[in-house]
Structure formats: structure tokens, C-alpha cells
């Protein structure tokens, strides 16, 4: 047993002190005899001893176990000296107990024999020390771990080199333990055993070393003494391998067993997917395997795992996670990749240890798995999947069952593709079975015939189609009965296929009442077993009422369905295919847009009916009027198009053939129509483009049509016009104008000027709202180039709705001052837009927005505006006039006029227009119709001005006849905003 170094044992001390008592001796010494050397153990009274006079004296002592008195002794410090020797019956004196004094004295004889039994206990306590040390040397030596701990605390107290070297720890870090530190998960049983007094025997416990390792021992442990107090001895037997072989060989049995039971589902299986779930149970049930899973490898863009069947507790996450044998995919580095890319079992042993688990477990800390096994599933040609084991435990697999589990997963392999293979054949039969039946079902005819052209299958579609039943044509060529009408066409269709193995197109046949069809046909060659060509196999699909179909939608798609003629489409293909061979050749040719005159107003009278029936005789004109190399087409609605091509290469020639063709065409129009028993007579407009090599396009010659067609309206119409490229480039022009002035509209790019209005003293009354654009490339736009095109747009919608906001706005602003709030302001307003539904809201609105007057507003309207529908003008002029508005009639005189709807129109003003009173001066005329116009004014009591008065002649003329108010550059010219204010202190000051 482990003690202290004799040195600083107490009862060596003890034995001291007693004898020195006991002799009533002030000085006593233990010495300890080792080689014939005296070392002192210990001492009383006296801080040096001389060892080398006891060392003398120890040569007197006597072999007797009695106490001797030593002497004689002559130095001054010790004049007394007893010893009592100690023997070893093996090594002679062992150790001296001395008393000594430094009287000269003797020992009375119960002190003799008091230090002879102290001497006597001195010999014991050295037989225990040596042993002690004799058990310490078995404990140290001892190749089992052991140690001894505390009784309570479980400290370890002492612990030898076996267990330092099997679990890991130095010496001094065992020491500093308890025993729950090796011993962490398991219940402490010693304490109980302790208390209890009881010795335990092979407790089977599960121990850690140092570096974490778990190992499986036997535990021993028992009471002892030691250093004087009770504490426990414990000894361990590591019994790890034993276990672990162990479980091996029941592992290997359990693996056995499942092979068998496996192997007998593998015999039983009728259906995969009950196979692999059988097979997965039975691992997890016979094998005690935690989690068995069959999985396919799969090959999609990511070379996929799919999972097909499973057993055990498999964790949620485990069912998400994407599987991949990619070996560029992160998911394939696993084990389950690696089997499946190599076809090699793939053990991992710890799945805490392997890297390729290392992100999986991070999300998903698995409680009891531990180890691997993917197995791979392979065929002849590929390994297609594999067999997936976890175990709860570490598992260190050892090759014969590493063979039995392989020898497992083939078995698998081989019972998948044995029921695979049962599947595709009972598939394949009843495939077999299915199209044996279809044949005679089939909707299609299906005839089989020998090389030789003999029938040899007819089945009932083919009785159907062809009238025939199959008793009438077994045996015999049907080529002379079916072919009639075709027979080179059926020669070529064989050739082909006995030349490449199948023929696929469409051909005429006959029935056997004679009447000829159109079949898509599929023919196939058969070979027989040498590779020779057999039979053939046609399939055979009426399709005759299909192409009328396809005749009737072609019909609908590339023909007008009144007229009959070619469509636009057609057209614009036959144009493209016109233009190319033009090119080609350097043939001239024309294109004719025709256009009816007035055809709105027929469908207006007489309907739409009657509108229909004109067309359809135009178009049965115009055929008659080309040549059969020509097309006719119509456009839509009255728009017809006569192409004529191969006019010759000179494009005078072709010109003059064109003008020929149109006149007559022209002529043939113009003839009297007949509808329903009604006479009808129309006329026509002709645009002539001509072609020839120049590389048009086909829209661009059908504009330039177009354009030629409109220029022959504007020359009265009934007659024909060339297209004139100088006619072109004003409508081009005229486009590019129209996108401008839109575009100017959209970002409120208009602006207005003002022309002063006078009185007869010359004083300012109002203005005149004139509308400008200044364009950023084409500068200061004139009004009567765009406010026309504006009109005709529709833009002079919002163009006029801006005018209005403006002039408002303005007008607003002069409401402010008390000089400038008497002004009026003169706003034009076009027809359509006071035609506008929205008009009166639109101006009511604005004048709410602006804060302008509606008494100083005043609307210009031209005579153009009471053409039609005049009591929806008055309504809308008397719902502005109730806010306040005035109305002025424009440039009267120059176009409708109506005394009666004059004087119901609720107008404020009428204003003479410029053209006479340019000449009022020099044109007896001018004069009398501007004298005219202020007495009608006058009667219908009517305020009226003049504009356009550039002279103080015109103005003093006007005056004379009773017009008091004037506008025109006499005055001033129109000028902006800004410059009015000045304008009008230059007024003040004349």
C-alpha cells in the first residue's frame, strides 16, 4: 500500500518522545541501520546529534533484544547512554532506540524493560512499513487500471501507471479528479457500497479517457485503509474489445438472419415498392438497424437520390434533404453519392467524426445515430441505387459482414430488376395483346400486303373505307381496284418505302363504288427474321373531307368572302412575289387603287344590303376588265387593288398600258348597276402607281397608291391619277407636321399671342387669345398650317382646351388690376370643339379653375359651326350665357349664312371679316356687303367689329357707317403677354 517516507512518520516520533519520558531522560534518538550505517529517524532534546559516536557505540551493542548500558563514555555534553537494539532475523540490527543523559545515571529496571518493548514496537512498525511498500509495489505494477479514492468526496488519492496509461492522464491531473470525471453518465454505486461496508465485483460500466474516448470496463472496488483513514479501492478491466466482438458476432447473426428473411420476401414479391418496404422493415426489425431506406439514383440536371422506401425513425429533416451523386453537387459528397459514383459499400463508422456530415448534423443534431451503411445497388450495366443502414452505435464492421450486406444489397438488385423485368414483359404482352385488338379496332384502315402486292390483314376500318370486306381481299392484289386514277403515284410510294424503310404522304384511292378520296397514308416495310423486306404496312386515314376543310379555311384566310377576290394578305404576298420577279426580269408592272365614289351615302339611302350587291357586281367588273395573269383584290370596304404585271420593259409602255387599264376600268364603272330591280349609278377614283426594278416595298407602293388615288379625288373624281413623288413627299411632310404638332400638344408647348381690340375714341376694350407654336427646328409655326391639320386630327381638341386654360388664366390675372379688368377676351372655338359633348362643362370648369370672369370671356364662332343641328348649338349657347359668357360670330360673311338662325342664335357681337375691309376702300362690293353687315347688326341689335383694319382710312369708313369697334395692325400686332402692360401706358399717353 502507498504510505509516507518513514522520515515524518508519527509514531516513530511518538515512540521517541515516550522513551525519553518513560526513562525520564532529557535526550533520546531513534536511529534506522541501512548497510551498517546509522541514519537518524527521530529525536529528543537536542538539536545535533553526534552520529558518528553513536555510530562508536553501536559497537558495543550485544545481540540481546534487552536494553544495554553503553559506556564508558568521557565527553562533557553525554555522560549517560542506553540502547535498545532492533533485529531482523534476516539482516541483523535494523535500528537503534538510544535515551541518553548528561548526568551520569542508570536505568532502574521497569525503564530497561519500557524501552525494550518501545524498541519492540519500533521492530513492528518497521515490519509494516516494508509491507506496506511491498503492496505499493503490487499496486503500482498491477497491468490492471486501479485507484483509490476518498470515501465521501471521491477524490482520487492515489492511482497507478495502468491507469495513468489507459486513460490518459498524468499523475498529477489524476489526482486532481474525482471519480465521476472518468465515470460521468453512470449512477456512483461505491458510495452505497461503502455505506454498506459491501466489496463489488465486475460492475459493467462505460468509462471516458482523457481524449473523450467512451471504453467499456469491469469494475471492482473495495474498503481500505489508507494514510489511517477509510477509503476505496477500485480496479478496472477494460472489456471494450471483448464487448465490441461481441456484438460483432451478434451483429453478424442478426445480419444473417435478415439475409434469410429478406431473401425470403425477395422469393414472395410480387410488387417493388412491397418488396423494398418489406426489405426496409425487416432491416430495422431483424437487423436492429435505426433507420433502413432504398433510394434510385436519378438522372435529372442535379443527378438526383430519390428516396422510395423507408423504415426506421428517420428524422424530418432527413426526409427534405436533397440526395445527389453529382460529384460537383455539395449534397453528393455524402456517403449515399459515393456509393452509387463508385458501386462500392460505403462504411462510415461515426457519423460525428465524418466531414460530409458536419453541415447536416449542424442543423440537425441526431440524438443516437451514429454510424452508416450505404450500400449500392447495381445491375449489369450501371449501379442504379443504393440500400441506406444507420445504426444507433459506432459501428467498426468487420469484412464478413461487410459481405453479407453486400450480398444483401445484389439480392435486391436482382429481385428489383427480376420484377422490373416481370413488369415490362406483362406490360409488353398486354401491349402486344392491346395492339392485336386495336388493329381491328382502329379508326384508321390497316392493310398489310406482301412485296408482291397480295393482301395479307384488312382490318375493319379498311372494310369500311374501301367498301371491300376482308373475305374479298385476302389473297388478292388490290393495286388495279384502289389505284385506279393513280397507279404511278402508289408505284413511287413503294419504291420509297422499300428504299428507306417507311413512306409517309397523302394520295388518291378509290372506293368500290368509284368514287375517289384523298387518304394520309403511313406505310411501313417489315423485315422477317433474315433482315429481307416481308411486307409492308400502310395506315391509311380518309382525309378528304379535312382538305375541303383546309380549301374552305385557305378560302377564309386569302379571300374576301363577299367578293370572292383575294383578300389584303393574298395580296400583299402576290404583291411581294410581284416586286421580286420585277426585279428579276425588269418587266414593268402597276398597281391601281380604287376607290368608289360616294359609297357611304348608297349604304346610308338604300342600306347595306344594297351597298353589298354594288360591290359584289364592282368586283365581277373589274375581273373583266384584266387580264387572267392579273389580280383583283378588295382592300375592305369600297378599296379595290388591280395588280398588273409583265407590262413590258419600258416604263413609258408600262405607264401608257396602266392609264389604258384604268380608263377602262373607269368606263366599266361608271355603267348603270342594277339592285334588286333599282338602277344605280357610281363612280370611281384610280391612284396608278407604276414598278419597275426600283426596290420598293410592298407598303410603300401601296401608299404611294393611295396617295395617287386621293389626288384623283381632289381632281373631281371619276378619273385616275399617276402617283407623283413631289404628291409624296407633301404627305410626308404633312406626317412629319401631324407628329410634331402632337408631340408639341403633349408637352404644352403652345403659346398664345393677344391683338388689341378698339373702340371708335381708340381706347383698348379687349384682346383677341391667337395661338403660336415655335418649333425648336422649324421655328415660329404659322397658324394656318397647323391649326387645319389640328382640325383634322383631332387634335384641336386639347389644342383648344389649352388656348381656353391660357386665355383664362390670363384673364384672371388682368381681373386683379383696376386697369386692366375691364378687358375682354376674344378665345376662338373650332366646330368640333364645341361640338364636344363635354364643351360647356369643359369651359364652366375652367373658368371655376382660373378665377377669370366669365362676363369679360368671349367665344368666336364660325358660320362653318351652323351647318347642322342647330338647336344643340343654341342649347349649349344659351347654358353659357346663363354663366355669364358672350359669343361672338367670326369671319361673317364668308360662309353660312341663315338669316333665320341668325337672329335665334343668342350671339353678343358680329365681326366683319378681313377680306372686306381689305378692299372697303377700292371695291364697291366690299363696301356694300361691310355696310350690310353693320345695318344687320344694328336691326338685330348686335354689336359688331371690323378686323383687319390697317388703315386710319378703313377705320374712318367703318366709323362713318356705324361700326365702333376695330382690330388689325393699325393698332397693333399680335404680341405677347408681357409686352401689353407697356402697349397700354403708350395708349394713356397719347
Not at 144 to 150: A, L, S, T
Not at 475 to 480: I, L, N, Q, T, Y
Not at 775 to 804: C, K, N, Y
Not at 874 to 901: N, P
Request: hydrophobic share 45%; net charge negative.
Amino acid at each position: 500500500m502507498p504510505t509516507n517516507d518513514a522520515r515524518t512518520v508519527p509514531p516513530f516520533e511518538q515512540l521517541t518522545q515516550l522513551a525519553a519520558q518513560l526513562c525520564r531522560s532529557p535526550l533520546a534518538a531513534l536511529t534506522l541501520v541501512e548497510g551498517g550505517q546509522h541514519r537518524l529517524a527521530a529525536q529528543v532534546g537536542t538539536d545535533a546529534l553526534n552520529l558518528g559516536m553513536l555510530q562508536a557505540l553501536s559497537a558495543q551493542i550485544t545481540t540481546s533484544p534487552q536494553a544495554q548500558i553503553l559506556g564508558p563514555l568521557d565527553g562533557d555534553s553525554i555522560r549517560f547512554c542506553a540502547a535498545a537494539p532492533v533485529y531482523d532475523a534476516g539482516q541483523g540490527c535494523v535500528a537503534v532506540l538510544w535515551v541518553m543523559d548528561a548526568q551520569p545515571r542508570q536505568l532502574d529496571p521497569a525503564q530497561t524493560a519500557a524501552l525494550a518493548s518501545l524498541a519492540a514496537q519500533v521492530q513492528r512498525l518497521l515490519q509494516l512499513q516494508a509491507s506496506e511498500q511491498q503492496y505499493r509495489q503490487l499496486f503500482d505494477n498491477n497491468p490492471q487500471p486501479m485507484w483509490v479514492r476518498e470515501q465521501h468526496s471521491r477524490r482520487i488519492l492515489a492511482v497507478n501507471a495502468a491507469a495513468i496509461a489507459h486513460y490518459g492522464y498524468t499523475q498529477d491531473e489524476f489526482l486532481a479528479l474525482t471519480s465521476c470525471a472518468v465515470q460521468p453518465d453512470s449512477p456512483d454505486p461505491l458510495a452505497e457500497a461503502a455505506a454498506q461496508d459491501d466489496n463489488l465485483r465486475a460492475l459493467p460500466r462505460r468509462h471516458l479517457t482523457k481524449d473523450g474516448s467512451v471504453i467499456d470496463v469491469e469494475m471492482s472496488t473495495r474498503s481500505i485503509q489508507f494514510n489511517g483513514e477509510t477509503a476505496r479501492l477500485v480496479m478496472v478491466h477494460d472489456v471494450t474489445q471483448r464487448l465490441r466482438a461481441e456484438r460483432d458476432l451478434a451483429r453478424l447473426s442478426r445480419a444473417q438472419r435478415m439475409l434469410s428473411a429478406c431473401n425470403e420476401a425477395l422469393i414472395r414479391a410480387t410488387s417493388e415498392p412491397a418488396l423494398l418496404d418489406d426489405i426496409c422493415r425487416m432491416t430495422v426489425e431483424i437487423g436492429g438497424y435505426r433507420l433502413a431506406w432504398v433510394g434510385f439514383a436519378q438522372d435529372d440536371a442535379g443527378q438526383s437520390i430519390l428516396q422510395v422506401a423507408s423504415a426506421g425513425a428517420m428524422p424530418l429533416i432527413a426526409k427534405a434533404w436533397p440526395l445527389s451523386w453529382s460529384v460537383d453537387s455539395p449534397y453528393g459528397q455524402g456517403p449515399a453519392g459515393r456509393a452509387v459514383r463508385s458501386g462500392e459499400a460505403v462504411i462510415v463508422p461515426d457519423i460525428r467524426t465524418d466531414p460530409a456530415f458536419e453541415r447536416f448534423l449542424a442543423l440537425n443534431p441526431i440524438q443516437g445515430q451514429r454510424s452508416v451503411a450505404c450500400l449500392p445497388l447495381r445491375n449489369a450495366s450501371r449501379c442504379f441505387g443504393l440500400f441506406y443502414l444507420a445504426a444507433n452505435e459506432t459501428l467498426e464492421i468487420g469484412s464478413d459482414e461487410v459481405a453479407l450486406l453486400q450480398q444483401l444489397a445484389n439480392d435486391i438488385a436482382f429481385g428489383i430488376d427480376h420484377l422490373r423485368a416481370q413488369a415490362a414483359q406483362r406490360v409488353a404482352d398486354a401491349h402486344i395483346h392491346h395492339q392485336a385488338s386495336l388493329l381491328d379496332k382502329a379508326q384508321d384502315a390497316i392493310v398489310v400486303r406482301s412485296i408482291d402486292h397480295r393482301v395479307l390483314f384488312w382490318n375493319k376500318s379498311a372494310e369500311r373505307l374501301y367498301g371491300w370486306s376482308a373475305a374479298e381481299v385476302l389473297g388478292r392484289s388490290m393495286v388495279d381496284d384502289v389505284y385506279t386514277d393513280n397507279p404511278a403515284a402508289y408505284a413511287a410510294a413503294t419504291q420509297a418505302v422499300l428504299a428507306h424503310g417507311e413512306w409517309n404522304g397523302e394520295i388518291t384511292q378509290n372506293r368500290q363504288d368509284g368514287n375517289s378520296m384523298v387518304v394520309e397514308a403511313r406505310w411501313t416495310l417489315v423485315r422477317d427474321a433474315d433482315n429481307q423486306p416481308y411486307s409492308i404496312m400502310a395506315v391509311n386515314t380518309d382525309i378528304t373531307q379535312r382538305k375541303a376543310a383546309e380549301r374552305e379555311v385557305q378560302k377564309l384566310a386569302f379571300y374576301d368572302p363577299l367578293t370572292q377576290l383575294p383578300n389584303r394578305q393574298l395580296l400583299m404576298d402576290r404583291l411581294q412575289h410581284a416586286l421580286a420577279s420585277s426585279a428579276r426580269s425588269g418587266q414593268g408592272g402597276a398597281l391601281l387603287f380604287i376607290d368608289l365614289d360616294n359609297f357611304k351615302t348608297l349604304n346610308d339611302t338604300l342600306g347595306h344590303d344594297k351597298g353589298d350587291l354594288l360591290l359584289q357586281q364592282v368586283a365581277l367588273r373589274l375581273s373583266a376588265c384584266v387580264r387572267g395573269a392579273d389580280t383583283v383584290a378588295r382592300l375592305g370596304g369600297d378599296e379595290f387593288v388591280v395588280m398588273l404585271e409583265d407590262l413590258g420593259p419600258n416604263p413609258q409602255a408600262a405607264g401608257t398600258c396602266a392609264k389604258n387599264i384604268g380608263e377602262k376600268i373607269l368606263a366599266a364603272l361608271s355603267a348603270p348597276y342594277q339592285l334588286d330591280g333599282k338602277e344605280h349609278l357610281s363612280t370611281s377614283s384610280i391612284g396608278i402607281a407604276p414598278f419597275c426594278r426600283q426596290p420598293e416595298t410592298v407598303s410603300e407602293l401601296l401608299k404611294q397608291a393611295d396617295i395617287a388615288m386621293y389626288q384623283a379625288k381632289g381632281a373631281g373624281r371619276n378619273t385616275l391619277g399617276f402617283f407623283d413623288p413631289q404628291l409624296q413627299a407633301e404627305v410626308t411632310a404633312r406626317a412629319a407636321l401631324e407628329a410634331d404638332l402632337r408631340l408639341a400638344v403633349a408637352l404644352g408647348e403652345l403659346f398664345l399671342h393677344y391683338q388689341t381690340q378698339h373702340n371708335a375714341q381708340g381706347r383698348m376694350t379687349g384682346v383677341e387669345a391667337l395661338v403660336r407654336w415655335r418649333h425648336p427646328q422649324r421655328g415660329l409655326v404659322s397658324p394656318a398650317a397647323f391649326i387645319p391639320l389640328a382640325e383634322e386630327t383631332g387634335l384641336i381638341l386639347e389644342l383648344g382646351h389649352q388656348v381656353l386654360v391660357q386665355a383664362c388664366t390670363q384673364l384672371a390675372r388682368w381681373g386683379e388690376s383696376a386697369e386692366t379688368q375691364h378687358l375682354t377676351m376674344a378665345v376662338n372655338v373650332s366646330s368640333r370643339q364645341f361640338k364636344h359633348p363635354d364643351f360647356v362643362q369643359q369651359v364652366v370648369d375652367t373658368l371655376a379653375q382660373t378665377g377669370a370672369s366669365p362676363l369679360q370671356l368671349k367665344l368666336e364662332l364660325t358660320e362653318s359651326l351652323l351647318a347642322d343641328d342647330i338647336e344643340q348649338i343654341i342649347r349649349k349657347m344659351e347654358a353659357l350665357q346663363i354663366h355669364g359668357v358672350g359669343f361672338s360670330l367670326d369671319d361673317f360673311g364668308t360662309g353660312y349664312s341663315s338669316l333665320s338662325y341668325l337672329k335665334r342664335l343668342p350671339l353678343d357681337q358680329l365681326k366683319i371679316d378681313q377680306s372686306f375691309v381689305r378692299d372697303v376702300l377700292t371695291d364697291p362690293n366690299d363696301a356694300v356687303i361691310a355696310r350690310t353687315i353693320i345695318g344687320l347688326a344694328q336691326s338685330l341689335g348686335l354689336n359688331v367689329i371690323a378686323e383687319g383694319v390697317e388703315t386710319a382710312e378703313q377705320r374712318d369708313f367703318l366709323a362713318r357707317h356705324g361700326c365702333q369697334a376695330y382690330q388689325g395692325y393699325l393698332f397693333g400686332r399680335p404680341m405677347p403677354a408681357e409686352q401689353l402692360a407697356p402697349f397700354m401706358d403708350t395708349l394713356a399717353t397719347v
